[in-house]
């Protein structure tokens, strides 16, 4: 399975499921880590969120600078966490 993958079936869990919990533990060697954010943006939402136009948007993808998610074909989405990522760095 692909990490695209997990991610888009770990974000038809409902928040807060005891299951993101135990992922998150597996993926940190065990230990017990923060609540792990699924959330998938639309193009437009993660525009708003973030203040960027779609363009801007697009370009940062393309640079490799954003990850996304393709959770149908030709159809991209946005982890949560890569947002939170690129805003931190900024």
Not at 47 to 56: A, K, L, N, P, W
């Amino acid at each position: 399975m692909s990490k695209s993958e997990l991610i888009t079936l770990l974000a038809q869990l409902p928040d807060g499921d005891a299951r993101l919990d135990a992922v998150g533990a597996a993926i940190n060697g065990g230990t017990k880590s923060a609540p792990v954010s699924v959330k998938l943006w639309k193009m437009g939402d993660a525009c708003r969120e973030i203040g960027f136009s779609r363009v801007t948007l697009w370009r940062l993808i393309q640079e490799k600078r954003i990850g996304t998610v393709e959770v149908r074909k030709g159809s991209l989405r946005i982890p949560d966490a890569e947002i939170r990522r690129f805003v931190g760095a900024a």
